[in-house]
């Protein structure tokens, strides 16, 4: 299996340097399918903050690429993603599969992505009028893993 | 020496700090010591627990010793 790029990210990165990055490293592969999630605007929010514990999350990142490796005939996987303070427009999560062809690319990806959404350990406020408040899970996110 | 408490996500709120030093000793009893109604919460059915950075199967039996860190981990709401 190709190794996976896995980051956990206190500070802001750039998506399109680093799927540059990432699509240089892969000349091999036919296709580059890309997902990048980043703060909504609207609602009246201020700011996200995202916390993780330091011996559950990165690790948690590492054994979900490692699935996704297996699953799929791809060239390269990378999964970026924030944690700490951001602001609307900010990126949270950038996730990149490679591969010889595009089918295993777009599964890969998403199947990565529902994983974040509902297994990664990261626990997510809002701030709002001035108030932060926990975000729940959505029911939405355990439909859309239960799918793989 | 002490054990230690760690409150992620909403637990932070519920016990007003990130964590907490606390005497070892039996779960049990290291909860009986707490605001009851930050225990209930610890204890709520959809808390996960992890001691030193692994997830426990179940909550039944812990023991904390010196130096143990114990983790409280709430739903996540990531991504």
């Known amino acids: ?148 | 020496m002490a054990a230690r408490l760690v409150f992620l996500g909403r637990l932070e709120d519920a016990a007003g700090m990130p964590e907490m030093a606390i005497e070892p000793g039996a779960l049990e009893q290291v909860l009986a010591r707490l605001d009851p109604a930050l225990a209930v919460e610890l204890l709520g059915e959809r808390v996960r627990l992890a001691l030193n950075g692994a997830l426990l199967p179940e909550t039944g039996g812990v023991i904390l010793a010196d130096g143990d860190e114990l983790a409280f981990l709430p739903p996540v709401s990531g991504g």
Do not use: C, N
Not at chain 1, 131 to 144: L, V
């Open chain 1, 1 to 148: 299996m190709p190794p996976a790029d896995v980051r956990l990210l206190g500070d802001p990165f750039d998506p399109a340097a680093e799927l540059a990055a990432f699509t240089a490293r892969h000349p091999q592969a036919g296709g580059v399918v890309s997902f990048l999630g980043q703060v909504r605007e609207g609602d009246g929010v201020e700011a996200l903050e995202l916390r993780q514990y330091g011996p559950l999350t990165l690790p948690g990142m590492q054994r979900l690429a490692e699935a996704t490796l297996a699953r799929w005939a791809l060239e390269g996987l990378m999964i970026l993603h924030r944690h700490g303070r951001m602001h609307p427009a900010d990126p949270i999560v950038l996730v990149a599969a490679s591969a010889r062809h595009r089918r295993d690319a777009f599964a890969a990806a998403d199947f990565a992505m529902d994983h974040l959404k509902s297994d990664s350990w990261f626990w997510k406020r809002e701030k709002a009028d001035g108030q932060w408040r926990w975000i729940e899970p959505r029911e939405q996110d355990y439909a859309d893993r239960a799918r793989w």
